[in-house]
C-alpha cells in the first residue's frame, strides 16, 4: 500500500539551528514527491518538489530512494518558518496525492 | 487572486441533514479533489474527479457523495451528516500531471 509516514508531530528549535523534518514513504514504483506547508490561517500551499530539486526559502529535499526517504532540510531556522509542513507523494496515474500526517515545526527567538 | 473559492469558511449542521460544500476553480484544470484535515491524521482523500461528470473514490469515501457537473465546480455531499465528520474540508484542483495542487481557503464543518 501507498504510505507517508512523517514520525515526528513536533519538532521544536531555536532560531539559527539545522533543522530537519522526517518523511518516509512506501510505495514499489517511482513516485513524485511534494512537501506542502501551511503557514497560520493561510492556505496549503506546495514548498517544493523533488523533481525540480530546488531550494525555496532555504528549504532542500532529496529523495533517497534506498532508504525511501524525502526529508525536508533548512541550515538555519527562521522564526517565519513555524507552520505545518506536510509530505506528500502521488503514484502517478490520476494524479492523487497522498499525505502525511504532518509534522508542526516552531521555531522560538 | 484567490483560484480556488470554497463557498464557506465555516458551517454549522444538525445530525441527519444533507450537507452541501461548494468548490469552484478558475484555472481550468482538470483534475479536483476533496480532502479532510484532521489533526494527527492529515490529510485523507475523500474524493476525486479527473473530467467533467467523472468520479472516482478516494480513501475515505463513505458517507459522502460528489457531483461534478461543470469543469470548474467540484461539490461534496453529505448524505446525512455526522458528528464523526466534523472535519476541515479542503478543496484542490491541478492540471496533470501533477506538479502541485492548488487549495482552497478550507471549509471548518461542525455536527452537532
Known amino acids: 500500500a501507498q504510505r507517508v509516514t512523517q514520525p515526528e508531530k513536533l519538532l521544536s528549535v531555536f532560531k539559527g539551528a539545522p533543522v530537519e523534518l522526517k518523511c518516509n514513504y512506501s510505495y514499489s514504483g517511482s513516485p513524485e514527491l511534494f512537501w506542502y506547508v501551511q503557514y497560520s490561517r493561510q492556505r496549503l500551499q506546495l514548498l517544493l518538489r523533488h523533481i525540480s530539486r530546488e531550494s525555496i526559502k532555504g528549504f532542500t529535499a532529496d529523495l533517497n530512494k534506498g532508504e525511501t526517504s524525502f526529508h525536508l532540510k533548512k541550515p538555519f531556522a527562521q522564526e517565519e518558518d513555524s507552520a505545518m509542513y506536510y509530505c506528500?507523494?502521488?503514484?502517478?496515474?490520476?494524479?492523487?496525492?497522498?499525505f502525511g500526517a504532518g509534522t508542526r515545526l516552531a521555531v522560538h527567538p | 487572486d484567490v483560484k480556488v473559492t470554497q463557498s464557506s469558511r465555516y458551517l454549522v449542521k444538525r445530525t441527519g441533514e444533507k450537507v452541501f460544500l461548494e468548490c469552484v476553480q478558475d484555472m481550468d484544470h482538470e483534475n479536483m479533489f476533496w480532502y479532510r484535515q484532521d489533526p494527527g491524521l492529515g490529510l485523507r482523500l475523500i474524493y476525486f474527479s479527473y473530467d467533467v461528470k467523472m468520479k472516482e473514490k478516494g480513501d475515505i469515501p463513505e458517507g459522502y457523495s460528489v457531483s461534478r457537473e461543470k469543469k470548474e465546480r467540484f461539490s461534496l455531499i453529505l448524505e446525512s451528516a455526522s458528528t464523526n465528520q466534523t472535519s476541515m474540508y479542503l478543496c484542490?484542483?491541478?492540471?496533470?500531471?501533477?506538479?502541485?495542487?492548488?487549495f482552497g481557503s478550507g471549509t471548518r464543518l461542525t455536527v452537532v
Open positions: 506528500a507523494l502521488t503514484p502517478g496515474g490520476y494524479n492523487k496525492l497522498i
Open positions: 484542490a484542483s491541478a492540471v496533470p500531471p501533477n506538479y502541485g495542487y492548488t
